[in-house]
């Protein structure tokens, strides 16, 4: 009864109040945000932020490989090109191959599903690059049986999934962007397979870097403490970095 009347008592000083805490905290009042170039209905541009200079998903893809070079070794698989197994790998590399799921590619050593891949062997692989190819898959826990059966035990999965994202429909990839992920749902597809105490998960991005990647505006237009600023509510996407283990 207390707790109603005061309710009802303060009714009347609550937007009072909200625009006092709003004002403290240095943010803009109802209406009195200014959106900038941001004040339009379609997003600056529609490639991702490719045409502007490196995409923000990029820059963090990169910056986890980055970290993570010195896993990218042995017999070494990535999706449709090489270009990360030879910029992360170099000389630790002693075999690579490409995978692209239909024939055409001339990269590519390897035509298969990943969702149905019985023709790789099991255990061939030390390390296995999948960056930002899971969405496009209609059933990621058999892409992810299939990269736990071809790993080699003590073998490594680089992953990384798309969080906040546009989807490109008109994109090539658009037909089959079926997914975007969460920390919390990356975590239960692995572990299905995976030894979770084997596996190291991490959120990249925050409000602002979500916003430019949804505009499509480039890593260049941020400064470097705007990338790397981390807010799990707010993921651009979503590393892995998960290891078979040894037999």
Known sequence: ?????????????????EAARR??????????????????????????????????????VERFLDAHAHEIRGQVLEIGEDTYTRRFGGARVTGNDVLHVTAGNPVATIVADLADAQQIP??????????????LIFDPPAALRTLHRILKPGGNLLLTVPGISPVATKSPWGPTWYWSFTERSIRRLLAAQFDPGQCRFETHGNVLAAVAFLEGLATEDLAMDELTSVDEDYPVIITALARKSAA
């Open 1 to 17: 009864m207390l707790r109603r009347l005061v309710k009802s008592i303060l009714r009347p000083f609550r937007p009072g109040l």
């Open 23 to 60: 004002s403290a905290l240095g943010l803009p009042g109802v209406g009195a945000v200014d959106f900038g170039d941001l004040r339009r209905a379609s997003p600056i541009s529609r490639k991702f932020g490719v045409d502007r200079g490196l995409p923000v998903d990029r820059f963090y």
């Open 122 to 135: 099991d255990d061939r692989f030390d390390a296995i690059i999948l960056t930002q190819t899971l969405q």
